[in-house]
Antibody, heavy 115, light 107 residues
Framework: EVQLVESGGNLVKPGGSLRLSCAAS????????INWVRQAPGKGLEWVSS????????SYADSVKGRFTISRDNAKSSLYLQMDSLRADDTAVYYC????????WGQGTLVTVSS | EIVLTQSPGTLSLSPGERATLSCRAS???????LAWYQQKPGQAPRLLIY???SRATGIPDRFSGSGSGTDFTLTISSLEPEDFAVYYCQQYFASPRTFGQGTKLEI
C-alpha cells in the first residue's frame, strides 16, 4: 500500500523558516517524481514544487521561487521542502503527491504563518 | 500560465442523477494532459481521471472524462451519496501546473 506521511508543519512568525518532510513507503520512491501541493484554508489547490526522480529537474511556482527549496533522499524514501522567508499567504495545508499525474497524496501538514 | 476555469461553481443534484462538470483552459492543451481530482471535507484530494479520459486505479466506471483542446468534461453517470464533494481539474501540459478553482457538487 502506498503511504505518504507529511510532517513538520507548525505555527511560525512571518519571516521565519520551516522544513517539511514527507516519508514514503509502499512503492519504488526512487523511480518517481514527487511534488508539493498546498491548499490555503477554505481555498483551492495550488502546485508548489516538483522534483524529478534523480533530482535533475526541479521546478517551483513563482509564488515560492527563491524562498522554498525542494529536495529528496532516495535512500531514505523521503522528500523535503525547506521554506524560508515565510509570509502570511504561505499559510496552508501542504501535501506531498506522487508522479506526473499526482496519483497518490499524503494527509497533509498544516503550516500557519502568523505573528 | 494556463488558467483553468471550472463551471458551475456549485452543482446541486440528487443521488441517481447525472452530473456534468466543465473545465475550460485559457489555451489549447495540445496533448491530453488533463486530470480530475475529488476532494471530500477534511481529506486529501484523490486522483479520478488522468490523460483526459483514463480512470485511475479503483475508480468506478460511473466516472468518465472527455474533451480536447480547451474544453474538458467530467461526467458522473449516476450519482452515489459518496460522490458529493469538490472536484478539481488540473493541467500538466505546461509549467506551472495549474488547477481549476473547483466545482462543489452538493445534494
Amino acid at each position: 500500500e502506498v503511504q505518504l506521511v507529511e510532517s513538520g508543519g507548525n505555527l511560525v512568525k512571518p519571516g521565519g523558516s520551516l522544513r517539511l518532510s514527507c516519508a514514503a513507503s509502499g512503492f519504488a520512491f526512487s523511480n518517481y517524481a514527487i511534488n508539493w501541493v498546498r491548499q490555503a484554508p477554505g481555498k483551492g489547490l495550488e502546485w508548489v514544487s516538483s522534483i524529478s526522480s534523480t533530482s535533475a529537474y526541479i521546478s517551483y511556482a513563482d509564488s515560492v521561487k527563491g524562498r522554498f527549496t525542494i529536495s529528496r533522499d532516495n535512500a531514505k524514501s523521503s522528500l523535503y521542502l525547506q521554506m524560508d522567508s515565510l509570509r502570511a499567504d504561505d499559510t496552508a495545508v501542504y501535501y506531498c503527491t506522487t508522479g506526473i499525474t499526482f496519483d497518490y497524496w499524503g494527509q497533509g501538514t498544516l503550516v500557519t504563518v502568523s505573528s | 500560465e494556463i488558467v483553468l476555469t471550472q463551471s458551475p461553481g456549485t452543482l446541486s443534484l440528487s443521488p441517481g442523477e447525472r452530473a456534468t462538470l466543465s473545465c475550460r483552459a485559457s489555451q489549447s492543451l495540445t496533448s491530453t494532459n488533463l486530470a480530475w481530482y475529488q476532494q471530500k471535507p477534511g481529506q486529501a484530494p484523490r486522483l479520478l481521471i488522468y490523460g483526459t479520459s483514463s480512470r485511475a486505479t479503483g475508480i468506478p466506471d460511473r466516472f468518465s472524462g472527455s474533451g480536447s483542446g480547451t474544453d474538458f468534461t467530467l461526467t458522473i453517470s449516476s450519482l452515489e451519496p459518496e460522490d458529493f464533494a469538490v472536484y478539481y481539474c488540473q493541467q500538466y501540459f505546461a509549467s506551472p501546473r495549474t488547477f481549476g478553482q473547483g466545482t462543489k457538487l452538493e445534494i
